[in-house]
């Protein structure tokens, strides 16, 4: 397969998540609603500028479309952008929490089964196929998380719940479209900030006097959610959903590989043996995409 541009700026978007831990992992001195809460409010700050300021057209040319719309359908979108931001507020605060007060390792195995998840929930909720191998995928995926359950139940939950959020979130934006993906996921964010400013002045603790806080805020909200979200709007553009799902793995197994190599975290058989399970299913699990390109590759 060619090196498209599009599918550099996947590639590159992956890669750039799969390093998240290490920008994350020195504030776990810092409550996580802390680092939730500032955040946040930086970058509804930040794409608040860019869609108002530097994307004006882009913002006329939706207002115009969300006139034009059906009242139905007006409040149809108005739910899935406000829902979506109540759920991805909602992934962030448990991704963080299950990161520094958990472990890498569970953070990371919430974001190998989510892709899995997804479909599954997208097939009870959207009414999408799903063909035999995949099925057989997530009944590994399963036998997986009940090792992962016997050696530690609470890390499965909170991997589960992650893996959760976010997987309901991908599916209810699938029925969100017609509109600048970017400008929708603006709209989100502020509304997530609007919805945490009330609980800041009772929940957060004391503002951090430490400028290194706010510098590594300022990486997770540019490096780490804004510039890797952009360029996944920009692959989508010419990159299938196929290629998109392989490529989403890259970021929980780089954390799962600094969590051993770089932070040293303590792994046992068990673990390491649901987590080749895990391997193995989303081997299984995009078997059609996978070995159609190597017979492509043969007949070529």
């Avoid at 409550?31 to 509804?44: E, G, K, N, Q």
Wanted: charged share 10%; aromatic share 16%.
């Amino acid at each position: 397969m060619k090196l498209s541009k599009y599918y550099f700026a996947a590639l590159v978007s992956f890669v750039m998540w799969g390093f998240f831990s290490l920008a994350l992992k020195p504030l776990h001195i810092y409550p996580s609603l802390d680092i939730l809460f500032y955040r946040v409010f930086f970058c509804a700050a930040i794409m608040a500028f860019v869609s108002f300021f530097l994307r004006r057209g882009v913002l006329k040319d939706s207002i115009q479309l969300f006139k034009s719309l059906p009242a139905g359908k007006k409040q149809q979108t108005a739910l899935l952008i406000l829902g979506g931001g109540v759920l991805l507020t909602a992934n962030w605060f448990f991704f963080i929490y299950v990161m520094n007060h958990i472990s890498i390792k569970a953070a990371s195995f919430a974001y190998l089964v989510c892709p899995i998840m997804t479909t599954v929930i997208a097939f009870f909720v959207l009414d999408e196929k799903m063909g035999k191998w995949q099925w057989i995928a997530v009944s590994i995926s399963i036998m997986s998380c009940l090792l992962l359950s016997y050696d530690s139940i609470a890390d499965i939950g909170y991997s589960l719940i992650v893996a959760v959020s976010y997987a309901l979130y991908l599916v209810s934006q699938r029925k969100n479209h017609g509109f600048d993906r970017f400008l929708v996921l603006t709209l989100q964010i502020i509304f997530s900030a609007l919805l945490l400013l009330p609980f800041f002045p009772a929940y957060s603790g004391p503002v951090p006097a430490e400028a290194s806080f706010y510098g590594y805020i300022l990486v997770i909200a540019v490096v780490f959610t804004i510039i890797p979200l952009y360029l996944n709007l920009y692959a989508l553009q010419g990159v299938t959903s196929s290629v998109m799902g392989i490529l989403l793995y890259i970021n929980p197994l780089m954390n799962f590989g600094l969590a051993l190599v770089y932070f040293h975290e303590h792994i046992n058989n068990v673990q390491l043996t649901a987590y080749s399970l895990i391997l193995f299913s989303i081997i299984v699990f995009n078997e059609r995409v996978l070995f159609r390109r190597r017979r492509e590759a043969i007949v070529q």
